[in-house]
């Protein structure tokens, strides 16, 4: 008998057991392109002076990123990018970390659930329940700032309008970065910045759209889902960002315009030569670091940190 048999494993030693031996399987496609996204972190650079914790939010992974002389009296609300299907939390640690010092607050990054395991909108609840569990937590919603990037950028957007929608207290200001507010994926900046977007395409969209939402019954051009036909009114301090190589930037433009014509305090960070989620850079390109300068400055204006 095997000295080994009588063992008995956690449940958590089982799972680490398993998760070691996917890297001697082959993948199925949808993990290899998962597994590939989470590299993406290598693009920024350690921020310094910046601890991180992993926190349960409400039933949500969450990893907190807190700056040392943070103003914890405010936070920031984090959804990455990944068009609903890739990436994680931990990708987007170390950008969040550059965000939360140039903010001078904490970041919450929310590890919400992907598709197609899980549809919309399930991403959209899971950060109303990070939402409801700062909350719970006694941070005052005018001191919660939603931001993202991609599909993390319509999210920010997305909970805000659930909440107003509610009649529920709205977050203080919204940073929507590179954000997918079209579903339609008709924009002429689709074809036209084919060439300069080295992350997006038509193709990779039509394929996020289809895991996020084929089978739901919802229309491209629903309200829930499309920001470029939503009702935009009543929004708090809108920053919208975009880099200007990216697929993706005549649909932000469009938005950032409605943001503006629906009476809402509207500002815009345009990077040129950006791409799309460019803050993917922070620590290591200078138009990014500039950026993420910008933003926090907008931020610590408008929340008063």
């Not at 996917?22 to 290598?42: F, M, W």
Request: net charge negative; aromatic share 6%; with cysteine.
């Amino acid at each position: 008998m095997s000295e080994h048999a009588a063992v008995e494993l956690s449940p958590e030693a089982i799972q680490f057991a398993e998760w070691l031996a996917t890297g001697q399987n082959p993948p199925s496609e949808l993990d290899a392109a998962r597994i590939q996204a989470e590299q993406v972190h290598l693009a920024a650079r350690e921020p310094e002076g910046v601890t991180y914790r992993e926190v349960d939010a409400g039933g949500v992974l969450g990893i907190w990123c807190e700056p040392v002389d943070a103003n914890t009296d405010h936070v920031l609300l984090h959804t990455h990018a990944g068009g609903s299907v890739l990436a994680s939390a931990h990708v987007d640690r170390k950008l969040a970390g550059h965000i939360a010092k140039a903010a001078g607050s904490p970041v919450l990054v929310l590890d919400f659930r992907r598709a197609p395991e899980h549809k919309y909108p399930a991403q959209v609840d899971d950060a109303e329940a990070a939402f409801n569990w700062l909350l719970s937590e006694g941070y005052e919603p005018a001191n919660i700032i939603t931001i993202g990037h991609s599909i993390g950028g319509f999210i920010a957007v997305a909970l805000a309008l659930r909440l107003r929608d509610q009649q529920q207290p709205l977050p203080g200001a919204i940073v929507s970065i590179s954000p997918w507010c079209d579903l339609e994926i008709a924009n002429e900046t689709i074809a036209a910045n084919a060439e300069t977007d080295k992350i997006l395409s038509k193709e990779l969209l039509e394929f996020f759209r289809d895991a996020w939402i084929g089978g739901t019954g919802i229309e491209f051009t629903d309200t829930r889902i499309n920001l470029n036909r939503a009702d935009l009114s009543g929004l708090p301090p809108t920053l919208v960002s975009w880099g200007t190589y990216e697929v993706l930037a005549g649909e932000d433009q469009e938005f950032a315009a409605r943001v503006k014509d629906a009476g809402i305090d509207t500002t815009t960070v345009v990077v040129p030569g950006g791409q799309h989620s460019y803050v993917y850079g922070a620590g290591r390109i200078p138009e990014t670091d500039a950026a993420i300068a910008q933003i926090g400055a907008w931020v610590r204006e408008k929340t008063k940190i």
